[in-house]
């Protein structure tokens, strides 16, 4: 194919970039006869760019690489809560968009996109690690901290390094079609296909406490899972009444006190899945969901997957 047909993909490493966030663009489509595109790895200005996990990078382009790209591919970086890229970059970015370029971002390079601007009004993912502090930062972005990959046409996120594989290959399906796709998910030894539906498969659906305030009563819970569980109870546990326990408990995970017990009952149902050969029936009793089709629905409903499909991606290569 000509050089100028070639579709243009500008990498942009940032200070901190994660390794793997790095390789995965670069290396789903550098240059090949199957391949009809040009990767231009850049930085905010050509020469060694300090990466994270003990990594430096030296990048040959600057940000004039952003100009000349049809997508821009912004690899995760570390601290991405703590301050903006550089607001050259930013204005890179944003000029590359108003240009035509598509905007995709691995990880946590979806801060960098959220500082554009471009995200506002518009779902976005990142690392399940950090949905919270994107929702945060950026309150106009509808944050969906339970798929793999979001595409809103001209930007586009994905969640940790291998689902940026994952968008890698969504994108390609988009450009070249099927055939290709699954042509370099053969290379790259990946599933040809996975869902941007699909859940992230954190250690936890149940959030991280912001405090030490109904620890223990949070504990009690998750050793009664097989039990009922009301508000009632748990407020008695926490000794204060139902209306003071469910407004503190929202301020101290995000949740009400159902929602959470019922992510606590979802994420010991996916240990079982893991763990055991117990069946579905079964292991619904075992988290006091009661029927199979009790927990089909409520796992479906957090996670995006059924629990047969969770077992299978956990047994796969066993």
């Known amino acids: ?41 850049c930085g905010a200005a050509p020469g060694l760019v300090t990466g994270g996990d003990g990594l430096a990078y030296h990048v040959t382009h600057g940000l004039d690489a952003l100009g000349w790209a049809d997508i821009v591919f912004v690899p995760g970086y570390r601290f991405p809560d703590r301050d903006d890229p550089p607001r050259a970059v930013v204005d890179a970015l944003i000029a590359a968009h108003d240009r035509g370029a598509r905007l995709a971002a691995i990880s946590t390079g979806a801060f960098a996109l959220a500082a ?13 690690h950090y949905t919270r502090a994107l929702a945060q930062k950026h309150p106009l972005i509808r944050v969906d ?18 689902s940026g594989i994952d968008l890698c290959l ?26 941007g539906g699909q859940a992230q498969y954190v250690p936890r659906s149940v959030p991280e406490p912001l405090g030490e305030r109904f620890a223990a009563t949070r504990e009690w819970a998750l050793h009664r899972l097989d039990e009922p569980l009301s508000l009632e109870s748990l407020a008695q546990h926490a000794a204060v009444s139902p209306r003071t326990f469910s407004r503190r408990f929202v301020e101290d995970t995000g949740y009400t006190p159902m929602q959470w017990v019922m992510r606590a009952r979802i994420d010991l149902a996916r240990e079982l899945l893991e763990r055991s050969k117990r069946s579905v029936e079964q292991i619904a009793n075992d988290v006091g969901l009661g029927t199979g089709a009790n927990l089909r629905m409520h796992f479906q ?17 066993e």
């Not at 969504?170 to 996975?194: F, K, Q, T």
């Open 145 to 162: 901290e339970n798929v793999l990959f979001v595409d809103e046409g001209s930007v586009l996120t994905s969640a940790g390094a291998a």
């Open 1 to 41: 194919m000509p050089s100028s047909r070639l579709r243009r993909v500008a990498v942009l490493v940032l200070e901190g970039a994660k390794p793997l966030d790095v390789g995965i663009p670069a290396q789903v489509f550098t240059t090949r006869a199957s391949m009809p595109y040009e990767v231009r790895v």
């Open 170 to 195: 969504h994108i390609l399906r988009g450009d070249l079609g099927v055939a290709a796709s699954n042509h370099a998910a053969r290379r790259l030894v990946a599933a040809p296909y996975r869902s």
């Open 301 to 317: 409903h957090i996670l995006g997957t059924t629990p047969s499909e969770y077992r299978r991606t956990f047994t796969r290569g």
């Open 116 to 128: 554009t601007g471009r995200l506002d009004g518009k779902r976005a993912t990142t690392h399940w």
